[in-house]
Nanobody
Framework: QVQLVESGGGLVQAGGSLRVSCAAS????????MGWFRRAPGKEREFVAA????????YYAASVKGRFTISRDNAKNTVYLQMNSLKPEDTAVYYC?????????????????WGQGTQVTVSS
C-alpha cells in the first residue's frame, strides 16, 4: 500500500510561482508513474501533469503546458509540480496520484493511489 502526502500549497498572487510536493511511502516509488490532478470548486477533477517511472517522459494538460513542470526524485520518493505564471483559474485542490492500472496516465483511472490534496489559491 502506497501512502501519498502533498505539501507546499498556499495563497499566491496572479503571476507568481509555487511548488507543490508529494512524498510517497510504503512502496517502491520508482515503479510507479506519477500524476497531478486538480479539482476546482464546482468542477470535475481534471488532469494536470504526469511523469513516467524514470522521469524521462512528461505529459501536460493544454491549460498548463509551458507554465507548469512536473519532476520526480526517485532517491527521495518525491514528485514535484513547479507552477509558474499562476492564474486565478489555477485555484484548486491539487492531488498527486501513483500507480499503473493500464489506463491512460492522463485519466484518474490510471492510478491506484491518491493523496489527500493540497489547496492552491491564486488571487487576482
Amino acid at each position: 500500500q502506497v501512502q501519498l502526502v502533498e505539501s507546499g500549497g498556499g495563497l499566491v498572487q496572479a503571476g507568481g510561482s509555487l511548488r507543490v510536493s508529494c512524498a510517497a511511502s510504503g512502496g517502491t516509488f520508482s515503479r510507479y508513474p506519477m500524476g497531478w490532478f486538480r479539482r476546482a470548486p464546482g468542477k470535475e477533477r481534471e488532469f494536470v501533469a504526469a511523469i513516467n517511472r524514470s522521469g524521462a517522459s512528461t505529459y501536460y494538460a493544454a491549460s498548463v503546458k509551458g507554465r507548469f513542470t512536473i519532476s520526480r526524485d526517485n532517491a527521495k520518493n518525491t514528485v514535484y509540480l513547479q507552477m509558474n505564471s499562476l492564474k486565478p483559474e489555477d485555484t484548486a485542490v491539487y492531488y498527486c496520484a501513483a500507480g499503473s492500472t493500464g489506463w491512460s496516465m492522463t485519466e484518474p483511472l490510471g492510478y491506484n493511489y491518491w493523496g489527500q490534496g493540497t489547496q492552491v489559491t491564486v488571487s487576482s
